[in-house]
């Protein structure tokens, strides 16, 4: 009996060796956590004194902090850099919106390059590089995705989405909603290498967040500053109730992680797209979301790897977003063979504490017709002043006297980028929307996209979630410049609201001599929301549960042509409001 035990508990005990081998022998999971601007001075690791960040100062603590790591001033390009390791420039991103957000189709993500070496791929939360495929996630190396594709979204609390580009409503507080679809992947996918990309939502505005983060802020005396005249308080505490909340989020993904023993072969990387949205406590730096500052640009960057980086450190060398990339791939030990050359440098010896020689560099950061450039010790702003940022981290003094070397250096520099980089983004975006991939069923074509003419107005300046209404006129119309990439049987999939009064519009889709058309029999109009959740007055528009109706199916013939939605007979004073069309594969 002794002797059937001895054995058993021997071959358990094989078992068990060769499922660490086997663990050993993969290459690290992938988790890539990305809040929407966060300012660097949004943590209590940086010093803020009343916001409460604890897990993720206890990944810092367990692992590396980049002390001057580099994103761009907004949101898009940061993740355009992310996904290519090169300047969002010459991937075509140069907008946030309407089409400009868009990465062009021959950049390679290292998603793609992760998914073909054998890893399970998932994003989730807001992708903003791209909406129709091949723009779409599930197009450029994600497998699985839930969230949304534009810039913004308009309610965090029960929002619509997407997954994998059929549109869902989702229950409860959207940064939790995504943090939840991540763990669930990672559960599914524990036996397999994985990347995880989670670009959570907040906190951008709008400033919406919970009751139970935002009680400890509602009435909290927010520290003082070198902007507070400009600063808005309840969007700070907004913003840093919104800090707590994700914080919440990160121990959820990490207590994930330790639950399935994967904690120790996982590399998970925090950090944020941007400076922060708004004028707080950000350090003493100048500038903030949308400069090209350094408070606009510098943001918190942990590494965690409990199996290979097992030390606190502190990296205090220059780095950007695009080093990011080479590092992934580089450390999952896959080959980057691609034609187009990497502005980003693999960190991996200075992650692994090796002994190298790293030379001074300069990191580029650009926004509208604004440029600046960052050595290790300074900054040469977009007016060309010359900061040093060892003595000065304000930004209060130019020291081009001081340096003239330098100061020319740095100039002859930015001129070289900007003649060089810069001039790779076309001077006009000739880019059409892709409709109809033949590999994908969905294209969305939201109001976001379309063009307006007539007294048809947009709900909100900002197009990003915003809707289309005051349709008044059958001469209206809202139209799309589109390339079908392949023929085929659309079902055209309207979202919309209609007045009680204004029902029996007749609204028509027509793309070059195929047309649609159905009447709206009747109203549907519920009040727009959102307001009801927010801290401060919002900018963006606020949103409708708009309805879905089919308006039957339409044939698309491969080539360039106008998408058009027209009001054929407008009994009411006005017809729709409207929202987004979804056009369906059927062959």
Sequence with gaps: M???????????????????????????????????????????????????????DRLAQAGLTFDRFYVHPVCSPTRAALLTGRYAVRGGVYSTSAGGERLDLDETTFAELLRDAGYRTGAF??????????????????????????????????????????????????????????????????????????????????????????????????????????????????????????????????????ELDLAENTLLLYFSDNGPNGWRWNG?????????????????????????????????????????????????????????????????????????????????????????????????????????????PGQTVNVEANFPAIANRLKNAKTEWEETVLTELPTEDTR????????????????????????????????????YTHWTSSSDSISWEVEVLADGNFEAILYYTCREEDAGVVMAFTAGTESVSIPIEEGYDPPLRGMEHDRVLRQESYVKDFKALSMGTIRLHQGMTTLSLKALDIPGQQAIDFRLLQLKRLD
Aim: net charge negative; glycine share 8%; aromatic share 10%.
């Design 125 to 258: 939360g807001k992708w903003h590089n791209g909406m129709q495929a091949p723009y779409h996630p599930n197009a450029r190396g994600f497998e699985d995705f839930y969230g949304y594709c534009s810039g913004h979204w308009g309610s965090y609390f029960d929002a619509t989405l997407e997954h994998n580009g059929q549109i869902i409503e989702s229950e409860g507080y959207l940064t939790d909603v995504l943090t939840e679809r991540a763990m669930g992947f990672i559960q599914t996918h524990r036996e397999e290498p994985f990347l995880v990309y989670l670009p959570l939502n907040t906190p951008h505005s709008p400033m919406q967040v919970p009751d139970l983060w935002w009680a400890k802020f509602a009435n909290l005396e927010i520290p003082a500053h070198r902007y507070q005249e400009r600063e808005e308080p309840h969007h700070t505490r907004a913003a840093l109730a919104m800090a707590e909340n994700i914080d919440w989020n990160v121990g959820r993904i990490t207590a994930k992680l330790a």
């Design 432 to 467: 059409p929307f892709p409709v109809g991939h033949p590999d994908f069923v969905y294209t969305q074509l939201p109001a976001r996209d379309g063009i307006a003419r007539g007294t048809i107005q947009r709900s909100n300046r900002w197009p990003n979630c915003s809707f």
């Design 2 to 56: 002794k002797s059937a035990s001895l054995v058993l508990s021997l071959f358990f005990l094989l078992i068990a060796c060769s499922s660490q081998e086997k663990v050993a022998d993969r290459p690290p999971n992938i988790v890539i956590i990305l809040a929407d601007d966060q300012g660097w001075g949004d943590l209590s690791m940086n010093g803020n004194p009343v916001v409460e960040t604890p897990n993720i």
């Design 284 to 392: 003493g730096m100048e500038g903030r979301k949308g400069s090209t500052d350094e408070g606009g640009v510098r943001s918190p960057l942990i590494l965690n790897w409990p199996e290979k980086v097992k030390k606190s450190r502190t990296i205090s060398v220059i780095t950007w977003v695009g080093d990011l990339f080479p590092t992934l791939l580089e450390f999952a030990g896959v080959a980057h063979q691609g034609e187009k050359p990497l502005d980003g440098t693999s960190l991996k010896p200075l992650i692994m504490n090796e002994e190298v020689d790293w030379p001074d560099r300069l990191i580029f950061n650009h926004w509208g017709n604004r440029t600046s450039v960052r050595s290790q010790r300074f900054r040469l702003d977009h007016q060309n002043q010359l900061f040093d940022m060892y003595q000065d």
